[in-house]
């Protein structure tokens, strides 16, 4: 059972900047056989894909509202994916999650756009919140 443990997460002002770790276990194959991303829910909203890499990180996915702001990271060695967030804006506040798509899911659009189907959400995420 994929076991997702997501840190990082806080209380920052307006502006500001926040990283957030994900560390895997549990997989049932190589951690960088997996497509890994990042996912948010705020309140009353859907959850939302935020950013995705490939196994190699030779790849990666950005919705728009993040692009420019935020740089998604991950360190095979170590079973850790990071997300690093800056210029943190009050729309960004949300519960944030790591996913691990199984294998075979690689294209990090199609992880973090697609719909839920084979992603592995393991963990109890981490808040994040923006004040202005």
């Known amino acids: 059972q994929v076991h997702l443990v997501e840190s990082g997460g806080g209380l920052v002002q307006d502006g500001g900047s926040l990283k957030l770790s994900c560390i895997a276990s549990?997989?049932?194959?190589?951690?960088?056989?997996?497509?890994m991303g990042w996912f948010r829910q705020a309140p009353g909203k859907e959850r939302e894909g935020v950013s995705c890499i490939t196994g190699s990180g030779g790849s990666t996915y950005y919705v728009d509202s993040v692009k420019g702001r935020f740089a998604i990271s991950r360190d095979n060695a170590n079973n850790a994916v990071y997300l690093q967030m800056n210029g943190l804006k009050s729309e960004d506040t949300a519960k944030y999650y790591c996913?691990?798509?199984?294998?075979?899911?690689?294209?990090?659009?199609?992880?973090?756009?697609?719909?839920?189907?084979?992603?592995?959400?393991g963990g109890k995420g981490t808040a994040v919140t923006i004040s202005s």
């Open positions: 996913a691990a798509a199984d294998p075979g899911r690689d294209d990090p659009y199609d992880a973090c756009s697609g719909d839920a189907y084979g992603l592995n959400f």
């Open positions: 549990g997989l049932t194959f190589n951690f960088d056989d997996y497509t």
